[in-house]
């Protein structure tokens, strides 16, 4: 089943099964244009999730993932239509003045 959960509770979350790798992978296939700019349409969203016994897989929608942060706007406006990318999301969250954020990075998946 679908599970709507958010970036930062969802990283949180797997802090300690993931110990000690830094990134989990998120793979998203299917990329198409929406009416909106900037704004695409993502299906299915692939988390590979990696520990000590191996790596899973796992459906997930994240909520507001698109709007987390300006750069994902920036960063998703070039991505090309038909190409697989994938998100690397640090969990443990860099600390600025008065809140956390993860710094992600976008990687096309050859």
Do not use: C
Not at 31 to 45: A, L
Not at 52 to 65: M, Q, R, S, T, W
Not at 71 to 90: C, H, Q, T, W
Not at 92 to 99: R, S, V
């Amino acid at each position: 089943m679908t599970k709507f959960i958010s970036v930062n509770k969802y990283m949180s979350g797997l802090k300690e099964e993931l110990d000690p790798f830094t990134y989990l992978n998120v793979y998203f296939y299917h990329f198409e244009k929406s009416s909106f700019d900037k704004v695409w349409n993502i299906e299915p969203v692939k988390f590979a999730i990696v520990t000590k016994n191996g790596a899973k897989f796992e459906d997930l929608d994240i909520e507001g993932l698109l709007t987390v942060k300006e750069s994902f706007d920036r960063r998703f406006s070039s991505l090309k239509e038909g190409k697989a990318y994938k998100l690397v999301i640090p969990y443990e969250p860099k600390k600025a003045d008065d809140y956390e954020y993860y710094e992600s990075k976008i990687v096309e998946v050859q």
